[in-house]
């Protein structure tokens, strides 16, 4: 069958032309109609995703929180513990190098009375043997 065979009028070409127009008006709308809700579909994809990272981070973020805190509450105790340690070790040197003190003023005090006694014994020996000896 010839298509140049039926003559159409021009009536009928414009309906033609309009109906093709409108078919492919129809087919390129729902092609960007589907473009659409696949694109709209990934973004509501996306910002599920985006919120589930979003709570994943604020999670974990929260949990670091809270062990960098007790980290911090461990080690804040533990130099407490440190430092009144160094404190009372502190004192106890003081002690004893109080003690200490006594003691070396001690032996000085010790020291200085055999000097004395030692000086007067030399001073007598002197007397004596200027004297001469005793007969």
Same mark, same amino acid.
């Given at each position: 069958?010839?298509?140049?065979?039926?003559? $159409?009028?021009?009536?009928?070409?414009?309906?033609?032309?309009? $109906?093709?127009?409108?078919?492919?008006?129809?087919?390129?709308?729902?092609?960007?109609?589907?473009?659409?809700?696949?694109?709209?579909?990934?973004?509501?994809?996306?910002?599920?995703?985006?919120?589930?990272?979003?709570?994943?981070?604020?999670?974990?973020?929260?949990?670091?929180?809270?062990?960098?805190?007790?980290? +911090?509450?461990?080690?804040?105790?533990?130099?407490?513990?440190?430092?009144?340690?160094?404190?009372? +070790?502190?004192?106890?040197?003081?002690? $004893?190098?109080?003690?200490? $003190?006594?003691?070396?003023?001690?032996?000085?005090?010790?020291?200085?009375?055999? +000097?004395?006694?030692?000086?007067?014994?030399?001073?007598?020996? +002197?007397?004596?043997? #200027?004297?001469?000896?005793? #007969?």
């Amino acid at each position: 069958m010839d298509v140049t065979a039926i003559p $159409l009028t021009a009536w009928e070409s414009a309906g033609i032309i309009v $109906l093709f127009i409108l078919f492919a008006g129809s087919l390129i709308g729902g092609v960007f109609a589907l473009v659409r809700w696949v694109i709209s579909g990934f973004s509501r994809i996306q910002r599920e995703q985006q919120k589930d990272w979003q709570e994943y981070q604020e999670k974990r973020d929260a949990l670091y929180n809270q062990e960098m805190e007790k980290r +911090d509450k461990a080690n804040r105790d533990f130099f407490t513990e440190l430092n009144r340690a160094t404190c009372e +070790d502190g004192e106890k040197r003081l002690e $004893l190098t109080e003690k200490i $003190l006594e003691m070396v003023g001690a032996v000085l005090r010790e020291q200085r009375e055999h +000097d004395d006694f030692v000086r007067e014994n030399v001073a007598r020996k +002197d007397t004596i043997t #200027k004297r001469g000896p005793a #007969k």
